[in-house]
């Protein structure tokens, strides 16, 4: 099946897309984004990725002309172009191609680019679980806007590579757990799942908010309050969660064990039946 991408306004294969040198994406890293999948060939959760996307567009300010019914099309073509039997949704858009210039450019046309892809095989990471380190946030203050300016996660992805581990966790410096560098993160403790609140410094994941509905709906109490870097390394169980992912359970943090229980499995299978089947 191909890969297969869309760039303002026409369909390609992924190989052969290009975007304007001057896209104010790629020199001011001055774009949001979003990635949709589906599940048994639908797409999860579309009007809430959508809406997240419309909000990040307002936050930083793109005046665009897309209405949600346009992009769903655009998505269903490409989906329908790409013939996967599960299709991962890329979609960004840039505040076009100016001059390089910092102060907004006038009259400009914003830069919609999609691709399609197959949606990677995460069984093996939810069967075995993945380890973590800690590092220091450093990331700018509106985390809660889904803009493409990653170096700060990159880098951090790269250095958790590098000690041994699968991925990183923010932690800000009163030792406060944020989120992992592409997931959301949950622990559970005395029976009771929990996740750092809304804010700036996390972005709300859509599959975040499942999961808490998941849990509630099998009877696990969740709640959203600060976690602390402390309670997540002596977690009972912890894991991340991500559109693509899923649920990853944790299986140590900065070298510090953290069992395989009872309830992760619960709670992801309770995802599955209310969102996945």
Same mark, same amino acid.
């Given at each position: ?17 290009? @975007? %304007? ?10 774009? +949001?984004?979003? !990635?949709?999948?589906?599940?048994? =060939? &639908? ?75 197959? @949606? %990677? ?10 380890? +973590?380190?800690? !590092?220091?946030?450093?990331?700018? =203050? &509106? ?135």
């Amino acid at each position: 099946m191909p890969e297969i991408a869309y760039v303002n306004g026409k369909f390609l294969p992924l190989a052969q897309a290009t @975007v %304007p040198v001057e896209d104010r994406g790629y020199q001011f890293a001055d774009a +949001v984004y979003e !990635v949709v999948r589906t599940y048994r =060939g &639908r797409t999860f959760a579309l009007d809430e990725h959508l809406a997240r996307l419309f909000r990040s567009l307002a936050a930083i300010q793109i005046e665009h002309h897309y209405t949600a019914d346009q992009l769903k099309s655009l998505i269903g073509e490409a989906i329908r172009r790409a013939g996967f039997a599960e299709t991962m949704i890329y979609i960004q858009i840039s505040r076009g191609v100016a001059k390089r210039h910092r102060r907004f450019p006038g009259g400009g046309e914003p830069m919609l680019v999609m691709t399609a892809r197959e @949606v %990677p095989d995460s069984r093996h990471l939810r069967e075995h679980g993945i380890t +973590v380190v800690t !590092v220091p946030d450093n990331r700018w =203050g &509106r985390c809660d806007i889904k803009s493409v300016a990653l170096l700060a996660n990159v880098l951090a992805y790269q250095a958790a590579k590098q000690a041994g581990a699968n991925d990183a966790i923010f932690v800000s410096d009163d030792g406060a757990v944020n989120e992992a560098t592409a997931a959301n993160v949950f622990i559970i403790r005395n029976a009771e799942l929990l996740t750092p609140p809304e804010g700036p410094k996390i972005l709300s994941g859509i599959t975040r908010i499942k999961i808490l509905e998941a849990a509630r709906a099998a009877g696990i109490p969740a709640a959203e309050r600060r976690v602390t870097k402390a309670e997540l390394q002596s977690a009972a169980e912890a894991f991340l969660c991500s559109t693509t992912a899923e649920v990853v359970p944790i299986l140590a943090v900065d070298g510090k064990k953290i069992g395989l229980g009872p309830l992760t499995p619960r709670i992801y299978q309770q995802f599955t039946k209310m969102f996945a089947s």
